[in-house]
């Protein structure tokens, strides 16, 4: 398991992952109860659902570049991390687990920003 002792690191670590199609380092980002929505809108819960997403994406061998990370918001145990990727932009809530390492509770990928 990865320790995440930042939770400025979740993003590099689940973008490494990912690009290594390593399915269950990508789960490891998250809590066994979080929440992810899907690019079409569709909200999945837990290891399980987060497993099946990615294990679907993972066939083909994405690569994806970092994009610009915010500075994380911690507040005692929660931290809010935020990343803007082009014309878009991810948000992301972790909690700090017991051991002391952060995962991720909730996670929306794909914000939208107004281009105004």
Do not use: K
């Not at 002792?5 to 979080?34: F, H, K, S």
């Amino acid at each position: 398991m990865t320790e995440i002792r930042d939770p400025a690191q979740l993003g590099a670590t689940l973008l490494a992952a990912i690009n290594g199609a390593d399915l269950e380092g990508v789960v490891e980002c998250y809590t066994a109860d979080a929440t992810l929505e899907l690019p079409d809108g569709t909200i999945v819960t837990g290891h399980d659902g987060i497993r099946a997403f990615y294990s679907e994406l993972l066939t083909s061998r994405p690569h994806f570049e970092p994009g610009q990370a915010a500075p994380v918001l911690i507040h005692d145990d929660i931290a809010l991390t935020t990343a803007r990727i082009g014309d878009t932009a991810t948000a992301e809530v972790a909690r700090r687990q017991d051991d002391g390492t952060w995962r991720w509770i909730l996670d929306r990928p794909n914000v939208m920003l107004d281009r105004r």
